[in-house]
């Protein structure tokens, strides 16, 4: 499905500091200038209540648009004791939710084991599914029913309501099987009223342009895919493409870089700013290295301690976690464009 990642091309992206050299390339003016006169530099956290966890980088697919440059060839996996090292943190931290994403977390070996332990603990789940994970093979065929069992919340990519759009971005015979594992979803009850299963849809735009309106979207989607197919789901999120890994690449060779990080930059959204997803997120890397986002993940900017020793999860310092100064660089332009852009979708 879909393209190549980047380090199975060996291209000079695979590298952090050639994607800072290259999105630093247009002359725009800097992201922390930006936040300077709403008083969000140096930006801080509100209160860490999210644990975004990667899992890894294995993945079923290889989409055009993908930040973290998963594919079938990559093998960065969390290892079991690094989720118990999460769990136990988990339990000190305070946080509420666990976000579970990858690559494809399903794919994960004690993953499984992972969700449950984490429901154990009382904490709201989240699964970002790919969809065409369900029906990779039969042994994925029961993540529905686990799926519901576990009351996961579920958020689903799909780029489009149509075949070719999403076939475009995310690779031949994509979108079927995403409307299969979405009626496999809908038939345990998910998306519909007064089950609790919630279903969410994840929308990014194919293609160099900011995402039209959420609400509107989903709209769209909702009448399109019960006419259609029948698909019920909660809510829609539209997610900004950043400029990094597999769409930086794609700004690069379509001549698209300097236009849409000053698309980015002229619809700043000082609303939007305030609401950024890394106030309240803490991300944890595969390995049990800490971000401040999932999109500072792939880019391997760390957070530090005080002595500038990059934080694991193992030692994780939750008054300092909800003190220290958020690490920011153009990429991030990408979250406060516009309505803003979250993993939870429009921010303002």
């Known amino acids: 499905m879909g393209t190549k990642s980047l380090l199975s091309q060996q291209s000079p992206l695979v590298r952090p500091e050639e994607q800072f050299r290259v999105m630093n390339e247009p002359q725009v003016t800097k992201f922390v200038e930006k936040m300077k006169p709403i008083g969000l530099s140096p930006l801080k ?8 966890i990667n899992v890894g980088k294995l993945c079923n697919q290889t989409c055009k648009h993908c930040h973290v440059d998963a594919g079938p060839d990559r093998r960065e996996i969390m290892t079991k004791e690094t989720m118990i090292e999460c769990l136990t943190a988990l339990e000190k931290s305070g946080a509420s939710t666990v976000d579970l994403t990858g690559g494809a977390p399903e ?6 084991w992972f969700v449950e332990e984490i429901r154990k603990q009382n904490k709201k789940v989240i699964v970002r599914c790919n969809l065409t994970i369900i029906t990779a093979n039969p042994s994925y065929h029961d993540l529905p029913q686990f799926f519901a069992t576990n009351k996961v919340h579920v958020a689903s990519s799909l780029p489009y309501y149509d075949k070719r759009n999403t076939d475009r971005q995310r690779g031949d015979g994509v979108f079927d099987k995403s409307i299969q594992a979405l009626k496999m979803l809908n038939e345990v009850g998910y998306g519909k009223e007064g089950t609790g299963l919630e279903l969410d849809l994840v929308y990014n735009p194919v293609g160099a342009f900011l995402p039209a309106p959420q609400a509107g979207l989903e709209l769209d989607f909702k009448r399109e895919l019960r ?33 849409y990080m000053e698309k980015l930059v002229n619809s700043f959204n000082p609303a939007a700013a305030k609401g950024v997803m890394c106030r309240n997120t803490i991300s944890i890397g595969w390995d049990g290295f800490l971000y401040d986002c999932d999109f500072n993940q792939m880019l391997e900017m760390k957070i530090k301690d005080g002595a500038g020793k990059p934080m694991h999860i193992r030692n994780s310092d939750w008054k300092f976690l909800n003190t220290h100064t958020i690490q920011v660089d153009q990429h991030c332009y990408g979250c406060t464009a516009g309505a803003g852009s979250s993993c939870g979708g429009s921010t303002a």
């Open 107 to 112: 794919m994960v070996p004690h993953f499984r």
């Open 227 to 259: 006419e259609l197919f029948g698909i019920v789901f909660n809510q829609l999120y539209t997610i900004t493409n950043m400029p990094i890994s597999r769409f930086l690449e794609y700004l690069l060779e379509s001549g698209n870089l300097s236009g």
């Open 45 to 52: 956290p509100t209160q860490i209540d999210i644990f975004q």
